[in-house]
């Protein structure tokens, strides 16, 4: 007999804001008395394998068989995807320029238009079940930005939101992009932060479909590469803060036992 999914606990009353670019604030998520939520580095993973781990993952989440949320960060191999609005129209090189760099090409259901996942790029992927988590989709799209406003202060960079586009700016370059998905109320993709990743590919591609912008990265508005070990450690301190979760670490390994046999979402 399957037990029951536990509700989810009252936000503590201590409050915490996170304010935006017009300087407005919203409710944040306890520092303290959070939910428990787990966490898994992934390391270097190719796109499909994560993926479809995502997929396994989110329906097990649906399912009531896994109780916590989970966050996931990862590195992909060089990939470009295509979100739900397309992008075809924004990519500047052809196929055959692609295979031969040995760069896949990858239509996918989250939100937005064409960009690229590589190497030196930190990805999360958070697994949450925002009725669960008390979150819209709007509130969830802002703490995901508010993580990465705080890792690129953490490192003495400053950005801000930017009304064109979901993500993080340093004037018009752009330093981290949101692209989601939810069924069920379960999210899956999530955000990409460029640490010390390789420009070269954005230049390709109008990024997120919009023209005009350039990408950039931690290493070069500082001027120096960041360790991506310090950059994970900074990430799990605010997503613990931002989300209002105690965060425990879980092997790739176990989640790997957890995301099958399962079901795909419909």
């Known amino acids: 007999m399957r037990s029951r999914q536990p509700a989810a606990p009252a936000w503590s009353a201590l409050p915490v804001t996170v304010t935006d670019k017009a300087g407005q604030t919203r409710p944040g998520s306890p520092e303290i008395g959070g939910r428990p939520a787990a966490f898994c ?10 993926y479809a781990l995502q997929v396994a993952l989110a329906a ?13 960060a990862v590195e ?6 295509l979100g739900r609005r397309g992008g075809r129209e924004h990519l500047g090189v052809t ?6 760099r040995n760069i896949a090409l990858v239509p996918i259901e989250r939100g937005g238009d064409i960009t690229y996942h590589g190497p030196g790029q ?3 992927y958070p697994i949450i079940n925002l009725r669960q988590a008390r979150l819209s989709v709007s509130d969830y799209v802002f703490r995901l930005e508010e993580v990465m406003l705080r890792i690129a202060a953490d490192f003495g960079v400053s950005t801000d939101r930017d009304e064109r586009n979901h993500g993080i700016w340093v004037g018009n370059n752009k330093l981290g992009s949101i692209g989601i998905a939810i069924r069920h109320s379960i999210t899956f993709h999530g955000l990409a932060l460029n640490i010390n990743t390789d420009l070269e590919p954005f230049s390709w591609i109008n990024p997120c479909g919009l023209r005009n912008i350039d990408m950039t990265s931690l290493a070069r508005e500082r001027g120096a ?23 425990q670490t879980l092997d790739a390994a176990a989640l790997t036992a957890h ?3 399962t079901k795909l979402l419909p």
């Open 76 to 81: 992909h191999p060089p990939v470009f995807t």
């Open 259 to 261: 995301s099958k046999p």
């Open 225 to 247: 590469s960041c360790p991506l070990d310090a950059v994970q450690s900074r990430l799990r301190h605010h997503l613990a803060e931002v989300f209002g979760v105690q965060l």
């Open 95 to 100: 196929a055959a320029f692609l295979e031969s």
């Open 122 to 124: 930190l990805v999360l």
């Open 41 to 50: 580095d992934l390391g270097l993973r190719a796109y499909a394998e994560a």
């Open 60 to 72: 097990r989440r649906h399912q009531g068989v896994i109780e916590q949320d989970l966050f996931l």
